[in-house]
């Protein structure tokens, strides 16, 4: 079974910039998609971002395109969310997850925080 951790959450100023890293288990870039998604408080919680096996890249937050760059370093098993110009709003909880076989989000990382001062 496929297991995320995630990492690279913390505090910074508006402007600023983070970079969360999530690292799977052997074999976890064989799946359909990864993903980031985020949680803010009394919200629900949405799809950031997806790369995919043929490493194609969606962008589903208009407010962050230009912003976050999502990637993957296969050697690493590693998938990473940049995310530069950081505004208040994107504070949330930041999930990493897994779409083994284009059948739904399936495997959940446990969440890393990220805060944003203005």
């Known amino acids: 079974q496929v297991q995320l951790v995630e990492s690279g959450g913390g505090l910074v100023q508006a402007g600023g910039s983070l970079r969360l890293s999530c690292t799977t288990s052997?074999?976890?870039?064989?799946?359909?998609?990864m993903g980031w998604f985020r949680q803010a408080q009394g919200k629900e919680r949405e799809l950031v971002a997806s790369i995919r096996r043929s490493g194609a890249i969606t962008y589903s937050i208009d407010s962050v395109k230009g912003r976050f760059t999502i990637s993957r370093d296969n050697a690493k098993n590693t998938v990473y969310l940049q995310m530069n110009s950081l505004k208040p709003e994107d504070t949330a909880v930041y999930f990493c997850a897994v779409d083994l076989y284009n059948t739904g989000w399936s495997i959940w990382g446990q969440g890393t925080q990220v805060t944003v001062s203005s």
């Open positions: 052997r074999g976890a870039f064989t799946t359909w998609a």
